[in-house]
């Protein structure tokens, strides 16, 4: 009898353990953690960075498509007409028109939406980083007198209303186009920025609505990058496609140095000297600079 109880002592004392032991196992666990979270999270932003890289490369082949069927032209994102009559150069231009036009060819939204790009509102996001969803662009969007580039599709627009008519849009339902309570559809919307250098850009070739036979350097040509120069979203920079369809990763004052000035030699210049982004590749002259302030270039 007293064996037995002796066993059945002994087999409770082994079911448990220790105090000591259980600390020693939590600390493992926590070393563990402290050293796999931060590969974890390089290997989530890694992903990210490839998945925003494979929507612009599916954006450039779209606009390849498209340039096939429409005589060789590239996408034309129309601005505001200067003094209510044309050409449409003028801000604010109608980036999200780049969805209408390569619809045909990527009938998926989210190719248009960047990955990394996070709400204004995002537990540690900077501000208005995601650059159309942030508070402050759709009111602003919303507007009477809009006065940014427009990245929501706007109800106004004939060619968004033929486009709901015509159930291209069969995820905007009536009501929803019918709503008073917003000129925009929140739902189709475009996180990149098509190069809307145009017919305003003087005597050096532009990128929308131009022939492609009239660009001189592709590979150095921008035709698409992360919106909003400004609010880098990938590890302090943009990723950028050009019009060769290839895509490559620029820190910020490698392709907008908002220091360069009189006294402080500019980075973001092409070999040929054109600066800053929008314009690489569109001359070999070497001294078209285009002015941030005002979009023109000068000699």
Sequence with gaps: MKQGMANMRLRRNRAGFTLVELLVVISIIALLVSILLPSLKKARDQAKDTLCKANMHQLGLAVQYYV??????????????????????????????????????????????????????????????????AEEFVSMQDSASPSMTQYFAVKSDPLVKKFVQNREFSFVSVQEFQDPSTKLLKNVYTEYWFNDWNDGAGDIPAISGNLINMIPFPDLSVMFSDALPQRPRHNGGHHILFLDTHVEWFKQERYFDYEAGSYQEANDKDRFGNRPYWSWGLSKGGNKVVDGSTGQYSN
């Excluded at 209408?100 to 989210?110: A, E, F, G, I, V």
């Design 68 to 133: 096939q069927d429409s005589q060789d032209h590239l996408p034309w994102i129309p601005g505001v007409p200067i003094g209510g009559g044309s050409p449409y150069h003028k801000a604010p231009f109608k980036q999200y028109r780049h969805i209408l036009q390569l619809w045909p060819y990527l009938k998926d939204l989210k190719i248009y939406e960047c990955p990394k790009a996070k709400s204004a509102n995002a537990k540690g996001g900077q501000p208005g980083a995601r650059s159309i969803t």
